[in-house]
């Protein structure tokens, strides 16, 4: 019975099954709080408005995020991969989406046991959006999108670090003595590099020396180019994981391998 109950509980817990009424109601039951606790974080920033109201719905979405919580904890040692009374759960525990769970209560309990900027904490109850991963097919797979493509993502993401401090160190010897105020240090001069690079170009620096605007112009045409590349790499993922999903790999039936 107990561990009947157990392996019931786990299945409610996760995204629901075809035909699991029950697991598929809590579903959508954890997604409207989700919803709505991200709701109350936009609008109790409006003065005027009944903050004691939006302090009780927290409340309340606190003690269903951590009931959940525990739940998942108890529950989890159902799956092979945290197999163990204690030493599974502490595999569990550890991981991303254990650790979005944890992250969506821990706000609300932090204030009691250390002192800490309490504006900052209500920031990071946006953190709870991150829970809807676990019950959106699209934020998974864009998870799986990234996770594919991660080592193509890091490349690009070190071309585009090399080119701003590039760019950056060279408008610094260009401008630096032209304009100190703005390009004072590399690091300052970076601010300049990631709005160009971006090709936001905020108004607020910008060279005025001959070599100054050559440097930025080249770095312009650049930026385009390089901050495209990340584009082209997350929308080849995409195709290719609707591709798995239209045409999903067959494996063979007696030892599990996929199948060409």
């Known amino acids: 019975m107990y561990s009947r109950l157990k392996k019931r509980t786990r299945e409610i817990l996760e995204v629901a099954a075809p035909g699991d009424f029950a697991s598929r109601v809590f579903d959508i039951f954890i997604t409207t709080l989700i919803l709505v606790s991200v709701f109350i974080v936009v609008f109790e920033t409006v003065e005027g408005l009944p903050g004691q109201y939006f302090f009780g719905f927290e409340i309340f979405i606190v003690a269903i995020f951590s009931v959940e919580y525990i739940l998942r904890i108890w529950s989890c040692n159902v799956d092979e991969r945290y197999k163990g009374r204690i030493k599974g759960r502490m595999r ?22 250390i ?7 209500r920031l990071f109850r946006l953190f709870r959006l991150l829970k809807l991963t676990r019950y959106s097919s699209s934020m998974q797979t864009l998870g799986n999108v990234i996770k594919a493509k991660k080592e193509e993502l890091i490349v690009t993401m070190a071309g585009v670090m090399t080119l701003l401090i590039v760019a950056a160190s060279l408008m610094y010897y260009a401008e630096n003595e032209t304009q100190p105020e703005i390009y004072g ?4 001069a970076m601010w300049w590099g990631v709005a160009t690079l971006t090709t936001v170009g905020y108004g607020d620096a910008y060279p005025v020396t001959l070599l100054g605007k050559i440097l930025a112009g080249v770095v312009a045409i650049l930026g385009i180019g390089m901050f495209a590349l990340p584009a082209g790499i997350l929308g080849s993922g995409f195709l290719e994981e609707m591709q798995k999903k239209k045409n999903p790999a067959k494996k063979c039936p007696h030892c599990g391998e996929k199948l060409d």
């Open 92 to 113: 569990y525990v550890i991981t991303p989406l254990a650790l979005l769970d944890l992250l969506a209560i821990a706000p609300f309990y932090l204030p009691a046991i």
């Open 115 to 121: 002192k800490i900027d309490l504006r900052m904490l």
């Open 185 to 188: 240090s590399i690091p300052a």
